[in-house]
């Protein structure tokens, strides 16, 4: 089955940089990858995604990129904020009715 | 519009007793996710319901766990004999039909078993 990685587990930037945020899975079946965000004491929010035709996609100060070859996609976020500052997932799936995979996650704190 | 919500925000249990947890998903959606997050962890598969097909149980971790899904809408999760490493945060998502990657996630049910 699918298996995704996630690196890093924690990430501290200063405020107004840049954060990257990487994962690679293993099935290269799988069509669609979504990035959530969770704050404390809350669901996961979903944030961004993209599909598996499509190489690049940008929402903002968010963008995710996909190298389906290399089967690895990253998560960017510019000019960071302290509000940015939560748990980010990763989660791969194949086309169908499958559960999301998710990573084990990157808590980013944004230093003011 | 409303969200997924779930019931109890917080439940404190004893060690060998039973648990429901609820999960009313977004109104329409009819596929329907439990999934449970351990600390510092990602988020673990548990049980899927798509509709009126039998659901994946693929993801429950013993025949303790179980759930179902009355009139296509609320789910319970129900935990039989509950033990300590049951206690983590259970998540529910739901989605609509022919949009099954586009979950949207309730606030989670933190179990604790002492």
């Known amino acids: 089955g699918e298996n995704v990685e996630q690196h890093p587990s924690t990430l501290s930037v200063q405020e107004g940089d840049s954060a990257v945020i990487k994962c690679t899975y293993s099935d290269s079946a799988s069509n669609y990858f979504p990035w959530y965000k969770q704050e404390l004491g809350k669901g996961p929010q979903l944030i961004i995604d993209i599909r598996s035709n499509v190489g690049e996609k940008k929402d903002q100060r968010i963008a995710v990129t996909l190298n389906k070859t290399a089967k690895h996609f990253s998560l960017h976020i510019t000019e960071t904020q302290p509000e940015d500052s939560a748990v980010y997932f990763c989660a791969a799936v194949v086309s169908g009715n499958t559960p999301l995979v998710f990573g084990k996650g990157t808590r980013l704190s944004v230093i003011a | 519009g409303a969200g997924v919500s779930q019931s109890p925000s917080n439940k404190v249990t004893e060690k060998g007793k039973d648990v429901e947890l609820r999960c009313d998903p977004i109104s329409g959606h009819t596929a329907l996710y439990w999934y449970r997050q351990s600390l510092g962890q990602g988020l673990e598969f548990l049980i899927y319901f798509q509709g009126n097909s039998a659901p994946d149980k693929s993801g429950l971790p013993s025949d303790r766990f179980s759930a179902e899904r009355t009139g296509g809408s609320v789910s319970t999760l129900t935990i039989q004999r509950t033990q300590q490493e049951d206690s983590a945060v259970y998540l529910c998502?739901?989605?609509?039909?022919?949009?099954?990657?586009?979950?949207?996630f309730g606030p989670g049910t933190r179990l604790t078993v002492t």
């Open positions: 998502a739901s989605s609509l039909a022919g949009t099954p990657y586009e979950q949207y």
